[in-house]
C-alpha cells in the first residue's frame, strides 16, 4: 500500500498554469502505475492522465490532451501534473492514485488514493 498526498492546487485565472505533486510513502513506488484523476462538483470522478511505473507509457483524456503534463521521479517517489491553459471547466478536486496493476484509466483499478488537492479557475 502507498499512501498518497496531493499538493499544489489552488485559485487560478483561466489560461494559467499550475503544477500539481503527489509525495507517495511506502514500498515499492517505482512498482506502481500512477494517475490522476479529478471531480467537479456534482460530477463523478473522472480520469485525467496516468503514467507507467517507467514512464514509459503515458495516457491523457482527451480534455487535457497537449495542456496538461504527467511526469513521475521514482527517486523521489513523487508524480506531478503540470497543467497549462487552464480552461474554467478544469475546476475540479484532483486526486492522485496507484496501482500495482497495468496501466490504465479505469477508476476501479486504482487502490490507492490521495486526499485531493482543490483546483480553481476564474474568468
Known amino acids: 500500500q502507498l499512501q498518497l498526498v496531493e499538493a499544489g492546487g489552488g485559485l487560478v485565472q483561466a489560461g494559467d498554469s499550475l503544477r500539481l505533486s503527489c509525495a507517495a510513502s511506502g514500498r515499492s513506488f517505482s512498482a506502481y502505475a500512477m494517475a490522476w484523476f479529478r471531480q467537479a462538483l456534482g460530477k463523478e470522478r473522472e480520469f485525467v492522465a496516468s503514467?507507467?511505473?517507467?514512464?514509459?507509457?503515458?495516457s491523457y483524456a482527451d480534455s487535457v490532451k497537449g495542456r496538461f503534463t504527467i511526469s513521475r521521479d521514482n527517486a523521489e517517489s513523487t508524480v506531478y501534473l503540470q497543467m497549462n491553459s487552464l480552461k474554467l471547466e478544469d475546476t475540479a478536486v484532483y486526486y492522485c492514485?496507484?496501482?500495482?496493476?497495468?496501466?490504465?484509466?479505469?477508476?476501479?483499478?486504482?487502490?490507492?488514493w490521495g486526499q485531493g488537492t482543490q483546483v480553481t479557475v476564474s474568468s
Open positions: 503514467i507507467s511505473w517507467s514512464g514509459g507509457w503515458i
Open positions: 492514485a496507484a496501482t500495482r496493476g497495468v496501466l490504465t484509466t479505469a477508476r476501479r483499478a486504482y487502490n490507492n
